[in-house]
């Protein structure tokens, strides 16, 4: 009777780590991965804007309205 209780005893350890402790142990390991992956991801891009000078505006010429475009506006009275 001994050994039925120690053979139900390592099956039930069996089962609690192969169903429990290691999927979680795994899914950690995922989750923290993925983390580190999109700090890396977001430290470049960081790097990438502070790299980055936009140029003045006063040298980019303003677009010019065409003759026919229609200006919208309301009308004031006084």
Do not use: C, H, W
Request: aromatic letters at 16%.
């Amino acid at each position: 009777m001994k050994y039925v209780l120690y053979a139900f005893l390592a099956y039930i350890l069996f089962q609690f780590i192969f169903k429990l402790v290691i999927p979680v142990y795994m899914a950690t390991r995922k989750i923290k991965k993925g983390f580190r992956e999109m700090q890396e991801k977001m430290q470049e891009q960081q790097n990438q804007q502070q790299g980055y000078t936009p140029q003045a505006s006063a040298t980019k010429p303003e677009p010019k309205t065409k003759a026919g475009d229609y200006i919208d506006f309301e009308e004031v009275r006084s």
